[in-house]
């Protein structure tokens, strides 16, 4: 049998890309005309991006999962030593007061994306050869998490606690499906709770970020800027936005519009039709992935589709709600819509995995 193009996910997140690559254009333009006198600096960066990803879908969607399924450990393994080496001064590059890039001139990568992959891909294999067995939890699930508990904190000392909260909730997620007993998420949710809230305590800044959440008018020019600043766009965009490039917000009000608040002035120039409508298409696209993963008749295919969509899934309900200020900052950017090249060429690498039929063919 062929491998077939899945155009109901081809085609919403397309259009998503289509809208991603407009608004990196309208948010950075002015940035990008002042920091390097080039106002398309990071719509031609992203361009780039967007080819390399696209060749990632389509290495995606051809890859034999069989192979894959064998070397998960191994990829595991290298994610992990990449993870590590950002801890040697000099190796990693500093943005934001986080070490969590590799730099080749002006390219970044970002490790813990490619961490987010191999965890998928090494808990899909696990969990499909224990499949029959994981109500035994102390034999089966909890080995399986240590990796991804051992990755949560090497990405914990860049410090990026989005990142690792986002790869921990699909982790959390793909564990959910499997036959383990219910109980067994109790105790694992009382275990991330007290370690979520420890985590916080731990750091000052994180503390200033939750307290920005309840009351970001306490700090407005420090911790409760960024929100204060993506309300201010999102209110003045009304039912139709201020329309194509109306953006006010980002003339240096709101930093590196780009990347984690994009959203914000997608809302202020296109309002709040605009939004809905990106909304529905990422809903869409999200329920087509997941219907791909209960259609599939492998039960690896179907547990890296779980795996995968989890990932994008938990990372855009993260983003949107700190944008609105129904969540505290965490650093985490929009799939298929924010700057950056790690991001965009690994997710589309692996909504090609998502749309692979290639064992589905040989069953």
């Known amino acids: 049998m062929k491998n077939k193009i899945n155009f109901k996910i081809l085609v919403p997140l397309y259009l998503i890309l289509i809208i991603g690559i407009y608004m990196v254009y309208s948010s950075s333009r002015v940035w990008a005309n002042y920091i390097y006198n080039d106002g398309t600096y990071y719509l031609k960066r992203q ?154 305590i731990s750091a000052s800044y994180r503390v200033d970020r939750i ?33 194509i490039d109306g953006s006010f917000q980002k003339f240096f009000y709101l930093p590196e519009p780009q990347t984690d608040f994009i959203f914000a002035i997608y809302a202020e120039e296109f309002g709040f039709i605009g939004s809905l409508i990106l909304i529905f298409l990422y809903i869409y696209l999200l329920n087509q992935c997941f219907k791909s993963a209960m259609q599939s008749t492998n039960e690896f295919a179907s547990f890296l589709k779980i795996g995968f969509t989890s990932l994008i899934a938990v990372q855009v309900f993260i983003n949107l709600g700190v944008v609105v200020g129904l969540l505290p900052v965490t650093g985490i950017t929009l799939p298929f819509m924010s700057y950056g090249g790690s991001s965009l060429t690994l997710l589309m690498f692996s909504m090609g995995l998502i749309m692979n039929t290639t064992l589905e063919e040989q069953t």
């Open 47 to 200: 361009f780039i991006f967007l080819i390399l990803g696209t060749i990632m879908l389509f290495i995606g969607m051809k890859v034999n999962l069989n192979k894959v399924k064998k070397h998960t450990g191994l990829l595991l393994l290298l994610s992990l030593v990449l993870l590590a080496l950002l801890l040697i001064p000099g190796l990693g590059v500093e943005r934001g007061g986080s070490v969590s890039w590799f730099g080749i001139g002006d390219f970044l990568f970002q490790p813990s994306e490619f961490f987010k992959i191999a965890i998928v891909l090494y808990m899909a294999n696990k969990l499909t050869d224990y499949y029959l067995q994981t109500n035994k939890f102390v034999k089966v699930i909890i080995p399986l998490l240590l990796p991804a508990i051992f990755g949560f904190f090497l990405i914990m000392l860049q410090p990026d606690f989005g990142s690792g909260l986002v790869m921990l909730a699909a982790v959390v997620i793909m564990c959910m499906v499997s036959k383990s007993r219910f109980k067994n998420y109790i105790f694992i949710g009382l275990v991330g709770t007290f370690a979520f809230a420890f985590l916080i």
């Open 211 to 243: 307290l920005a959440f309840f009351n970001p008018w306490k700090d407005p020019l420090g911790s409760g800027f960024q929100i204060i600043q993506s309300l201010y766009a999102i209110s003045p965009g009304g039912l139709i936005g201020r329309g």
